[in-house]
């Protein structure tokens, strides 16, 4: 194969915008597939089990609003993960970086989502 037509550096193959692109998409798409399966486990259980109408009626909060919101954190530290890169904080005495960083952001992501739908829900 010609050298010529090969790019000079490997980085170049793809640029950069396009792989943002394609990992938001990727990340949308896992998300709207795991959101339509868990609903439609959710719907076959109804469907074969009374007992699980009943259960969902009294704490939709909890049978519905926390598996979307553990999606949504997610989704949210993805897309911010892949839109400004690595996710790196620091507060008073503590560091996180590596791992450690998107880890405790979708905790707490998750977290207050999750005393949202704790007060708002009735």
């Known amino acids: ?15 950069r915008s396009f792989i943002i692109k394609l990992c938001l998409f990727s990340i949308v798409v ?14 076959y ?10 259960i969902s009626k009294e704490h939709a909060s909890a049978v519905v609003g926390l598996p979307i919101a553990a999606v949504a954190a997610f989704m949210l530290v993805s897309v911010l993960q892949v839109t400004t890169g690595k996710v790196e904080f620091e507060g ?22 999750v005393i949202s739908i704790k007060l708002l829900w009735k």
């Open 45 to 54: 259980s109804f469907c074969t089990d009374n007992q699980w109408v009943d």
């Open 92 to 113: 008073i005495g503590f560091k996180f970086r590596g791992a450690s960083g998107p880890i405790v952001l979708w905790i707490a992501c998750f977290i207050a989502m």
């Open 30 to 43: 896992l998300g709207v597939i795991f959101t339509c399966s868990f609903f439609g486990v959710l719907v």
């Open 1 to 15: 194969m010609d050298k010529n037509c090969l790019p000079e550096k490997e980085s170049e193959l793809y640029p």
